[in-house]
């Protein structure tokens, strides 16, 4: 899994804890989310992208997301498939 939280992209060292939270419980769930890019957008905001196998996989990584304590909103730019 890759956190990616940048100073333009995390505001804030609770926008940096999101990702990491996040990004820890989508691994601990299933290890195919280990291919899974996080990106703290802002303190309740989480951008999902990169390449899982099937669209229930992309369901069950958004749901699995949104249960994340301070978790708001899910930009799923996640890719179903092999990206070409």
């Known amino acids: 899994m890759t956190l990616c939280v940048s100073p333009t992209q995390a505001r804030s060292d609770g926008d940096k804890e999101l990702g990491r939270r996040v990004g820890s419980y989508l691994r601990a769930q299933r290890p195919e989310f280990g291919s899974v890019k996080v990106e ?18 992309r369901q069950v990584a958004v749901a699995t997301a949104k249960r994340v304590a301070g978790v708001r909103r899910i930009i799923d730019d996640i890719v179903v498939g092999n990206p070409a």
């Open 40 to 57: 703290a957008v802002d303190e309740t905001v989480v951008r999902l992208s990169g390449p899982l196998a099937s669209f229930h996989a």
